[in-house]
């Protein structure tokens, strides 16, 4: 596609459920990342994918997030057992490579856990 | 591991004026340095890297921003400011030469005033 997509753009659910957010990052991406935006917290860093390596998953804030990506393509992140504290637009963002090169980012997933 | 520093949330500047966007990093390896920008309702953007070479390097839209290794800072200026730079930026790092991922800041606001 021509750019990162997302979906849904907007998700509301109960406490307690699960969730998934998708996304597809542009084809040819090997790098693709998750970031949850909050309110005064910027850009926090969730998990990192790079080609066949293992994720980098030191930024996940508790064992209910977990992500994985499937075909070195579309990556999913799953919430479990929702709390209202998990209320943020949830970003992805790919890249051709690391290091020096542009991350392009979605729209995002607006969450929120009623 | 590397972190930024942004120290305003929120800067206010009168249109025509100058600003300075302020970024302070800490990592205890080499670095690449980025500001992204988010205007109102929309994706995060490049508007410029620091890789190597020359320590002014100038983005889209009349910034530029300065890398000094010293003070460990990459400061984002304009020297005029127009209604249409209402937005959030931020400044993000990535270690050089390496695949990790890219840290953000928790960005500022930057508000123009009429």
């Known amino acids: 596609g021509a750019g990162v997509s997302q979906s849904p753009s907007n998700k509301v659910t109960e406490k307690g459920k699960d969730v998934e957010l998708r996304c597809d990052p542009i084809?040819?991406?090997?790098?693709l990342y998750w970031y949850r935006q909050s309110l005064g917290q910027g850009l926090e860093f969730l998990i990192y994918f790079q080609g066949n390596s293992a994720p980098d998953k030191s930024g996940l804030p508790s064992d209910r997030f977990s992500a994985e990506r499937t075909g070195g393509s579309v990556s999913t992140l799953t919430i479990q057992r929702t709390q209202q504290e998990d209320s943020a637009v949830y970003l992805c963002a790919s890249s051709l490579a690391t290091g020096n090169t542009e991350a392009f980012f979605g729209q995002g997933t607006r969450l929120t856990v009623v | 591991a590397q972190s930024v520093t942004q120290l305003d949330s929120q800067v206010p500047v009168f249109e025509e004026a100058p600003v300075e966007l302020r970024c302070n990093y800490s990592?205890?390896?080499?670095?690449?340095l980025f500001w992204y920008v988010q205007y109102p309702n929309q994706g995060l953007q490049l508007l410029l890297k620091?890789?190597?070479?020359?320590?002014l390097v100038k983005g889209i839209n009349g910034f530029e921003a300065e890398f000094n290794k010293s003070q460990t800072s990459f400061h984002l200026r304009k020297p005029s400011v127009h209604i249409s730079d209402t937005a959030e930026y931020f400044c993000a790092v990535t270690l050089m030469n390496r695949d990790d991922k890219i840290i953000f800041g928790k960005g500022t606001r930057l508000h123009i005033l009429p």
């Open positions: 620091y890789l190597s070479g020359s320590t």
């Open positions: 990592s205890s390896v080499s670095v690449y």
């Open positions: 084809s040819g991406h090997t790098a």
